[in-house]
């Protein structure tokens, strides 16, 4: 949970700067607590995260918004709604778009019309993918139509139960991604571990899409302990950590 309150922390401190900040979202597993925490957050009157702007990381190819598995909904569930969040201020990639192509175009430049990603919540998966980047996809890649490795497959059966998961999604590019002026990577558990230490501390790869995010002018990385097990300098991580000067920490 100090993962998730840390990220919820660093996004309020950003909103209350910036309160009709572009904030980039991510969906699964990782980033519901820091949801909660910014619901709370928002309930106990620290943060109004009512004039945000959000650009959704990607969905699902061919689910309805009100699919009970579509990102559309787990949005609304667990952060639109609980804030009060404007439609107009939502933007999610269009999953049921005739034309694929001319639309995730349309996405990219709503991003741009909007002034770019303030701040972009990123979770990761066992095979260092972020976003629906799977491994191989081009570190310099746009917004666009993916085919899901089997692995991404299995992962999300349980979300989908006995319904067949989709196997394309629209997801923004790792490009796109890299032009987010900040980048906040939640990592949480041992099964991180692997992709955590590759993204870190490997070399540069589009076999570790996230990797990218080491050629990022502003990313911070946030692991508990189960997901740093495999880091080699992770003693000199939290050294920086708690020796940073009060106007970083601040």
């Known amino acids: 949970m100090e993962a998730a309150h840390l990220a919820a922390w660093i996004i309020a401190r950003l909103v209350r700067r910036k309160p009709q900040a572009v904030l980039g979202l991510a969906t699964g597993t990782t980033p519901l607590a820091t949801y909660a925490e910014l619901v709370r957050m928002q309930q106990r009157g620290e943060v109004d995260l009512r004039r945000i702007v959000t650009f959704n990381l990607d969905e699902f190819v061919g689910l309805d918004e009100n699919h009970r598995c579509s990102f559309h909904r787990y949005m609304k569930t667990h952060l639109f709604d609980p804030i009060g969040l404007p439609r107009r201020q939502i933007h999610i990639p269009p999953a049921l778009a005739s034309d694929v192509p001319a639309a995730c175009h349309a996405y990219e430049m709503s991003i741009a019309a909007a002034g770019g990603i303030d701040l972009q919540l990123l979770g990761i998966g066992r095979d260092g993918h972020i976003g629906f980047n799977e491994p191989t996809s081009s570190l310099a890649s746009r917004t666009r ?76 990385i946030i692991v508990d302990g189960e997901a740093a097990a495999k880091l080699t300098l992770q003693d000199y991580y939290r050294s920086v950590f708690a020796n940073k000067p009060d106007w970083q920490k601040n």
Do not use: N, W, Y
Request: hydrophobic residues 45%.
């Open 145 to 220: 139509i993916k085919t899901l490795a089997a692995s991404t497959v299995m992962a999300q059966q349980a979300v989908f139960g006995d319904d067949p998961v989709p196997r394309h999604v629209i997801t923004m590019g790792i490009g796109t991604i890299r032009d987010a002026r900040h980048c906040v990577l939640v990592a949480t558990g041992t099964h991180k571990a692997d992709a955590v230490a590759r993204t870190v501390e490997g070399p540069v790869s589009a076999m570790v899409p996230a990797s990218a995010l080491q050629h990022h002018p502003q990313t911070t």
